[in-house]
């Protein structure tokens, strides 16, 4: 009915290629327009004016010969102003945009290794976006943004990559563990070099109290039962001791200490042997 009426009509956001008896006319705007048909007037075709998308996958291989799918992601549209050349110039946008791609990549990423690739995404999008823009502005399509959305290398060379990530995380989990262990072992190290410095100090002090306390019992002895000596007061408390540690012992059902000889008399000689250690210890800080 718009053909018979010589009215036509263009949506928003897209534009009309009129031409005359085959030849280019005028653009023409969202709206209604006429078109006399009968006088040579026609309609060539409408372009789109918004915002396109075309994704891209280029394999290609890096400089350290590692091959990897690179998808780019390129955001375009015609520019109003050169909608005639948009619409005419090109026969295939997207086969057109997709070399210059193609182009780019190819030209950049083999010169960067891998590791390099990953971390300068940002530069590679650059190059293509300057490239596709000096390029397609000659065509009337104005490039609006480029994105390097993925590097896809070989699934052996990603599980390779993986393998060697867990690797290095695994050398330093084990480097703080054995750290840890390290500090265990010195921090328990110096625990018991204290208990056995606070042993010592007790045993010490409780050798020094025996030691007191003995002598206060021989010289209280001495004076209250006369005619004894020293040396019968320390042999009566050695056997005394002898009996009591003898009885501990007996007590134990469990008790695993045997003393041989285990005889009293054995008290005896070790009351001299105590004694003449103690002599010799004299005369050797006396000479």
Known sequence: MGNLLCCVQVDQSTVAIKEHFGKFAEVLEPGCHCLPWFLGSQLAGHLTLRLQQLDVRCETKTKDNVFVNVVASIQYRAISDKASDAFYKLSNTRSQIQAYVFDVIRASVPKLYLDDAFEQKNDIARAVEDELEKAMSAYGYEIVQTLIVDIEPDEHVK??????????????????KAEAEKILQIKRAEGEAEAKYLAGLGIARQ???IVDGLRDSVLGFSVNVPGTTAKDVMDMVLVTQYFDTMKEIGASSKSSAVFIPHGPGAVRDVATQIRDGLLQASQHNQS
Not at 162 to 170: G, K, S, T, V
Request: hydrophobic content about 50%; overall charge positive; proline content about 0%.
């Open 159 to 176: 599980r390779a990559m993986n393998e060697i990530n867990a690797a290095a995380r695994m050398r330093l989990a084990a480097n703080d």
């Open 207 to 209: 050798r020094q109290a």
